[in-house]
């Protein structure tokens, strides 16, 4: 039985924010669904992924959020409803496809979810992708809670095709990996093939197009702001008797708010918007109107505030808005209990106690931050390369698990912005710097965004060498399938594209593949690729040491142990590579037999052959 | 309310014990809230759940406040005391998982008493657990998790009936249920019966 797709009608159960989402969109009936994994945004594509067989539905993970966008575009244009989905970062990349689409419009349901990762937990920036909602012309819905994932998703569809604009559904990463119980509905099967009828006066944004379509935007906008203002999703929740002082807040904050209001003993009134762009002006001025002071929470960029400001201003109202302006709330990282309790006691001036926190030093405790794994072929390969070029080059890196090669001792990675970046950059590192430069990319980063970099490369004679680290998966998101990948969804069948293929067609000249976990091979490959003009390519392909594991693919493998009696202590296997499973404590180095994953790269490593084959 | 702090090392299987929390709470017809750790802080690094059972909005535990620590690594139950306080059970498993900071850093890794003396300073109670042990015992060796989550049923602090957590245990776990079963209520001895010995 499965959890989600399951799960009987009017039944309560525990559900991830993520599989809310999709339990929603099946019961709204989609016909399509696409994304590109991305943490906080996974669990959405995984879980439909994984029923879209049972449910009757398409489903892909598409090469890149962009393309995604476009797919779930030309099925929803064509009337059926279509879900995609992304983490934050990943709708810079689809933001083209979506902002002119909000001027052409849907016939059917168009959702788009934005899972944002405020604190950045696994991002390389926290930006707050509401800024889309206004930047677009597009409504903005934003859930607190599992169950609101689940029943605004469906409400996103229905207003979609109210309105016939593509909707945002935005998260945080406490909403979408907080689990909580859902009563779930009855999934209707809705349809999933639909004529396109031709309307090149709506769906073909040349300028003449263009210039009529966003008077009808702004057409609906108005429209959609009237929806909000009588939206059940943007309701007072009123705290003790309520009062004159008032709050507004949206998202996480809102439970933030709820905690701490009950904490602090407030007697208050809680304007929660569900439904937050268009900005619902008339409900919020007579909330303004009702209250003398009101407090704006929200979590990273002041865009309630700001506009409430706005709404103020226009009605000509007098009412003490607080807020980030005055610094009661910080405009940086996620929010708790604790931020929000402060922030109310500064906004309101009262006189409660927030509780104090147990000052513990643990300055001295042994840090643990995420690693490379043991067995994995990203540590061998950058050993490798640090052997190779003797630690004298500039490396461009690239957004997955091998980004974790930053740390000591590999160091390998000097610059990192985006997706696909490392390819792009490393062209610019090379043309203004002397020393060598590599580019570090894996397989599902490079169809997602190395492609056009690597052209580039090729086309204009840059000289840098572009290591694709091949580990036949999507890891750091959760071993997703990518075009190279042999398996796909539950329902479908996929085609696998060859790198080699691609890098060939690109074409690049001087292209190598080596195995990491010969270190040996991979080094002088290595060398012999930065003698080479313009842009080179290896290879690494080894698959995930985690799949080999959970597959038990293990048996190909021979776990390692370290002869003390061999071993001079000379500490290279924990100093000039790494791998969790082996430790030094008190000058002695061992390797854990329940960790090693029997890669063998570390009896490569040891100077005196002491780390051999456990027998 | 009972609010219950989950730390370990990523790939120990907190998630799943997490889920098990969760839905033993729904099936005892209470609410709660899960928050979990996913992404890139799970290849190996220090990792977080919460459980929050009863009438709250936010499923962040705040300082000082959880009823139990359930630790799935030694090191991690010291790191997770920020959320303790003398009203605070913290359980550990007395596995030790060494960061590589010790290796390169020289950093220390404390001992078992260490560990107890320090967290007892602000934690009501210590109790360590042979979890990798007992689950060997039980027949699954990799079941560490489950010995915790008994571990958490026999402080008696969540105030759900073992039944929910058996129950839980047979919705999240595909294979070995029975061994699985065993292994939880290892956990659950080893800590309702601590003072009897």
Same mark, same amino acid.
């Given at each position: 039985?499965?959890?989600?797709? %399951?799960?009987?009608? !009017?039944?309560?159960?525990?559900?991830?924010?993520?599989?809310?989402?999709?339990?929603?969109?099946?019961?709204?009936?989609?016909?399509?669904?696409?994304?590109?994994?991305?943490?906080?945004?996974?669990?959405? !594509?995984?879980?439909?992924?994984?029923?879209?067989?049972?449910?009757?539905?398409?489903?892909?993970?598409?090469?890149?959020?962009?393309?995604?966008?476009?797919?779930?575009? !030309?099925?929803?244009?064509?009337?059926?409803?279509?879900?995609?989905?992304?983490?934050?970062?990943?709708?810079?990349?689809?933001?083209?496809?979506?902002?002119?689409?909000?001027?052409?419009?849907?016939?059917?349901?168009?959702?788009?979810?934005?899972?944002?990762?405020?604190?950045?937990?696994?991002?390389?920036?926290?930006?707050?992708?509401?800024?889309?909602?206004?930047?677009?012309?597009?409504?903005?819905?934003?859930?607190?809670?599992?169950?609101?994932?689940?029943? *605004?998703?469906?409400?996103?569809?229905?207003?979609?095709?109210?309105?016939?604009?593509?909707?945002?559904?935005?998260?945080?990463?406490?909403?979408?990996?907080?689990?909580?119980?859902?009563?779930?509905?009855?999934?209707?099967?809705?349809?999933?093939?639909?004529?396109?009828?031709?309307?090149?006066?709506?769906?073909?944004?040349?300028?003449?197009?263009?210039?009529?379509?966003?008077?009808?935007?702004?057409?609906?906008?108005?429209?959609?702001?009237?929806?909000?203002?009588?939206?059940?999703?943007?309701?007072?929740?009123?705290?003790?008797?309520?009062?004159?002082?008032?709050?507004?807040?949206?998202?996480?904050?809102?439970?933030?708010?709820?905690?701490?209001?009950? &904490?602090?003993? *407030?007697?208050?009134?809680?304007?929660?918007?569900?439904?937050?762009?268009?900005?619902?002006?008339?409900?919020?001025?007579?909330?303004?109107?009702?209250?003398?002071?009101?407090?704006?929470?929200?979590?990273?960029?002041?865009?309630?505030?700001?506009?409430?400001?706005?709404?103020?201003?226009?009605?000509?109202?007098?009412?003490?808005?607080?807020?980030?302006?005055?610094?009661?709330?910080?405009?940086?990282?996620?929010? %708790?209990?604790?931020?929000?309790?402060?922030?109310?006691?500064?906004?309101?001036?009262?006189?409660?106690?927030?509780?104090?926190?147990?000052?513990?030093?643990?300055?001295?405790?042994?840090?643990?931050?995420?690693?490379?794994?043991?067995?994995?072929?990203?540590?061998?390969?950058?050993?490798?390369?640090?052997?190779?070029?003797?630690?004298?080059?500039?490396?461009?890196?690239?957004?997955?698990?091998?980004?974790?090669?930053?740390?000591?001792?590999?160091?390998?990675?000097?610059?990192?912005?985006?997706?696909?970046?490392?390819?792009?950059?490393?062209?610019? +590192?090379?043309?203004?710097?002397?020393?060598?430069?590599?580019?570090?990319?894996?397989?599902?980063?490079?169809?997602?965004?190395?492609?056009?970099?690597?052209?580039?490369?090729?086309?204009?004679?840059?000289?840098?060498? +572009?290591?694709?680290?091949?580990?036949?998966?999507?890891?750091?998101?959760?071993?997703?399938?990518?075009?190279?990948? %042999?398996?796909?969804?539950?329902?479908? %069948?996929?085609?696998?594209?060859?790198?080699?293929?691609?890098?060939?067609?690109?074409?690049?000249?001087?292209?190598?593949? &080596?195995?990491?976990?010969?270190?040996?091979?991979?080094?002088?490959?290595?060398?012999?690729?930065?003698?080479?003009?313009?842009?080179?390519?290896?290879? /690494?392909?080894?698959?995930?040491?985690?799949?080999?594991?959970?597959?038990?693919?293990?048996?190909?493998?021979?776990?390692?142990?370290?002869?003390?009696?061999?071993?001079?202590?000379?500490?290279?296997?924990?100093?000039?590579?790494?791998?969790?499973?082996?430790?030094?404590?008190?000058?002695?180095?061992?390797?854990?037999?329940?960790?090693?994953?029997?890669?063998?790269?570390?009896?490569?490593?040891?100077?005196?052959?002491?780390?051999?084959?456990?027998? | *309310?009972?609010?219950?702090?989950?730390?370990?090392?990523?790939?120990?299987?907190?998630?799943?014990?997490?889920?098990?929390?969760?839905?033993?709470?729904?099936?005892?017809?209470?609410?709660?809230?899960?928050?979990?750790?996913?992404?890139?802080?799970?290849?190996?690094?220090?990792? *977080?759940?919460?459980?929050?059972?009863?009438?709250?909005?936010?499923?962040?535990?705040?300082?000082?406040?959880?009823? &139990?620590?359930?630790?799935?690594?030694?090191?991690?139950?010291?790191?997770?005391?920020?959320?303790?306080?003398?009203?605070?059970?913290?359980?550990?498993?007395?596995?030790?998982?060494?960061?590589?900071?010790?290796?390169?850093?020289?950093?220390?890794?404390?001992?078992?008493?260490?560990?107890?003396?320090?967290?007892?300073?602000?934690?009501?109670?210590?109790?360590?657990?042979?979890?990798?042990?007992? /689950?060997?015992?039980?027949?699954?060796?990799?079941?560490?998790?489950?010995?915790?989550?008994?571990? +958490?049923?026999?402080?008696?602090?969540?105030?759900?009936?073992?039944?929910?957590?058996?129950?839980?245990?047979?919705?999240?776990?595909?294979?070995?249920?029975?061994?699985?079963?065993?292994?939880?209520?290892?956990?659950?001895?080893?800590?309702?019966?601590?003072?009897?010995?």
């Amino acid at each position: 039985m499965d959890r989600v797709l %399951d799960a009987a009608p !009017g039944s309560k159960v525990l559900l991830l924010g993520n599989e809310a989402i999709a339990r929603g969109a099946l019961e709204a009936g989609i016909a399509v669904a696409t994304t590109y994994p991305g943490t906080p945004a996974s669990e959405i !594509g995984d879980t439909l992924a994984r029923v879209a067989k049972d449910a009757g539905i398409y489903f892909e993970y598409s090469t890149n959020e962009m393309v995604a966008t476009e797919f779930a575009i !030309g099925a929803a244009a064509s009337g059926v409803r279509a879900l995609v989905s992304m983490k934050h970062v990943g709708l810079n990349v689809a933001a083209d496809a979506l902002l002119t689409f909000a001027y052409t419009g849907t016939r059917g349901g168009f959702v788009l979810v934005t899972a944002d990762d405020p604190s950045c937990h696994s991002s390389q920036n926290e930006q707050d992708n509401r800024y889309y909602a206004l930047l677009g012309g597009i409504p903005l819905l934003e859930p607190s809670s599992p169950q609101e994932c689940y029943q *605004m998703t469906k409400e996103a569809f229905a207003l979609s095709e109210k309105l016939e604009l593509p909707v945002i559904l935005r998260t945080t990463t406490r909403v979408s990996h907080v689990r909580g119980p859902v009563v779930v509905g009855e999934i209707v099967s809705g349809p999933k093939k639909k004529d396109f009828v031709k309307d090149p006066k709506r769906f073909v944004t040349v300028p003449a197009v263009a210039r009529a379509r966003h008077l009808i935007l702004l057409e609906r906008l108005r429209e959609a702001s009237k929806l909000a203002d009588g939206s059940a999703l943007n309701r007072v929740y009123k705290i003790g008797t309520g009062g004159r002082s008032g709050i507004i807040t949206s998202s996480a904050a809102f439970n933030y708010v709820m905690d701490a209001a009950k &904490v602090l003993g *407030m007697s208050t009134d809680v304007l929660k918007l569900g439904f937050s762009h268009p900005l619902p002006t008339r409900l919020i001025a007579e909330f303004l109107r009702t209250h003398d002071s009101v407090a704006v929470v929200e979590e990273l960029e002041p865009i309630l505030e700001t506009s409430i400001r706005a709404v103020a201003q226009h009605e000509g109202l007098k009412t003490k808005i607080l807020g980030k302006a005055d610094g009661a709330f910080p405009q940086a990282y996620e929010f %708790d209990q604790a931020i929000v309790a402060s922030g109310l006691v500064k906004a309101f001036g009262l006189r409660g106690e927030i509780a104090k926190t147990v000052s513990v030093d643990l300055q001295n405790l042994p840090v643990r931050p995420p690693v490379l794994c043991a067995g994995c072929p990203h540590s061998a390969t950058y050993y490798a390369v640090n052997k190779a070029t003797n630690r004298k080059a500039i490396f461009a890196s690239d957004i997955g698990c091998y980004t974790l090669g930053v740390a000591p001792p590999y160091s390998a990675a000097d610059l990192l912005v985006c997706m696909g970046s490392s390819v792009g950059t490393a062209g610019g +590192l090379a043309k203004v710097n002397d020393q060598p430069v590599i580019a570090f990319i894996g397989d599902s980063t490079f169809f997602h965004a190395g492609i056009p970099g690597l052209i580039n490369a090729v086309h204009h004679g840059h000289k840098f060498l +572009l290591m694709i680290l091949d580990n036949r998966t999507t890891a750091m998101t959760g071993h997703q399938p990518h075009p190279g990948s %042999d398996k796909g969804p539950s329902c479908c %069948d996929i085609t696998s594209v060859s790198i080699e293929e691609v890098v060939k067609g690109c074409g690049v000249k001087w292209l190598k593949v &080596v195995d990491p976990y010969d270190i040996k091979t991979t080094t002088d490959t290595v060398k012999q690729a930065l003698t080479q003009n313009g842009v080179s390519v290896i290879i /690494a392909r080894r698959e995930c040491a985690l799949i080999t594991k959970r597959d038990q693919k293990g048996a190909i493998l021979k776990k390692q142990y370290i002869d003390q009696e061999v071993c001079k202590k000379c500490r290279t296997c924990v100093d000039k590579f790494q791998c969790p499973a082996i430790s030094s404590v008190d000058k002695v180095q061992t390797i854990d037999d329940a960790s090693c994953a029997g890669c063998g790269a570390c009896a490569q490593v040891c100077p005196y052959k002491a780390i051999k084959e456990a027998r | *309310m009972a609010d219950i702090y989950l730390v370990g090392v990523g790939g120990q299987g907190i998630i799943t014990a997490s889920r098990i929390i969760g839905d033993a709470a729904i099936l005892a017809g209470k609410n709660v809230l899960l928050s979990e750790t996913h992404g890139m802080a799970q290849r190996g690094g220090s990792v *977080m759940c919460t459980a929050r059972i009863g009438d709250v909005y936010s499923p962040l535990i705040p300082d000082g406040q959880a009823d &139990v620590i359930l630790s799935l690594e030694l090191l991690e139950a010291l790191r997770a005391v920020c959320k303790a306080s003398k009203n605070t059970v913290v359980a550990s498993s007395v596995e030790k998982m060494i960061p590589l900071s010790v290796s390169t850093q020289k950093l220390k890794y404390p001992t078992l008493e260490e560990v107890r003396r320090e967290v007892t300073e602000i934690a009501g109670e210590f109790v360590s657990i042979e979890a990798s042990k007992l /689950a060997g015992e039980a027949g699954v060796p990799m079941s560490s998790n489950i010995v915790m989550v008994g571990a +958490l049923a026999g402080t008696g602090r969540t105030n759900l009936d073992r039944k929910h957590f058996e129950k839980a245990i047979e919705m999240n776990i595909a294979r070995n249920v029975r061994e699985n079963l065993a292994a939880f209520s290892k956990g659950f001895d080893a800590v309702s019966r601590r003072n009897q010995t």
